[in-house]
């Protein structure tokens, strides 16, 4: 983030902990077919969201477990999850490119 100046800001808070995610993709961008990647906006949807939507939906493993998996509290894993939820409903409801990106 920056400001007015162009100057870069510090991000205030806690600093984002490190969760543990096993999940590699093969592929990093998923877009409507018959539409160049050019042409579309791009959602990103970050490694650890897409590591919550595998434990939850294709492990299909309990919230409980999932957050244990991930080292992290179910509160977190639930707005994870969320936020999953949320960013590939829009890119299927409005035709846009998703692309997992991993967090440094």
Do not use: H, W
Not at 21 to 35: C, E, H, M, S, T
């Amino acid at each position: 983030m920056r400001n007015r100046r162009g100057l870069q800001l510090r991000r205030l808070g806690r600093p984002r902990l490190c969760r543990r995610i096993k999940f590699n993709p093969k592929v990093n961008y998923f877009k409507p077919q018959g539409v160049p990647l050019r042409y579309l906006e791009v959602i990103e949807l970050t490694a650890e969201e897409a590591e919550a939507l595998r434990l939850k939906n294709i492990e299909d493993l309990d919230q409980v477990k999932c957050a244990k998996l991930m080292k992290t509290s179910q509160s977190t894993f639930q707005r994870i999850l969320t936020s999953a939820y949320k960013k590939i409903s829009q890119a299927i409801i409005e035709g846009k490119a998703i692309k997992i990106i991993k967090i440094k």
